[in-house]
Nanobody, 119 residues
């Protein structure tokens, strides 16, 4: 099993910045993809950014140039630096990890952290 705990959400004004953190613990060996997803009220959960073991990153078009995903393997922590935040970034942000080694392969999710961007 993998445990993921997010932190760093909060209330910020338009144009502000936040950094989300996701601490991973448990059976973290074999995690080859980690990412951040978000879900706004009344909308489906969507991928914000992901990073694979080799360091390749992927971003949703809506956050390119504003958000940066990174991973500190020594600390088993995933980050999402969010700059120039907009009201449409308001959502609950979830950390995700995919573990490919059995047993215990599959997707793991954190509990989510609220990000609210005010006008």
């Amino acid at each position: 099993q993998v445990q993921l705990v997010e932190s760093g959400g909060g209330l910020v004004q338009t144009g502000g910045s936040l950094r989300l953190s996701c601490a991973a613990s448990g059976s973290i060996f074999g995690i080859n993809v980690m990412g951040w997803y978000r879900q706004a009220p009344g909308k489906q959960r969507e991928l914000v950014a992901s990073i694979i073991s080799g360091g390749r990153t992927n971003y949703a078009d809506s956050v390119k140039g504003r958000f940066t995903i990174s991973r500190d393997n020594a600390k088993n922590t995933l980050y999402l630096q969010m700059n120039n935040l907009k009201p449409e970034d308001t959502a609950v942000y979830y950390c995700n990890a995919y573990r490919f080694i059995r047993p215990g392969s599959g997707d793991y999710w954190g509990q989510g952290t609220q990000v609210t961007v005010s006008d």
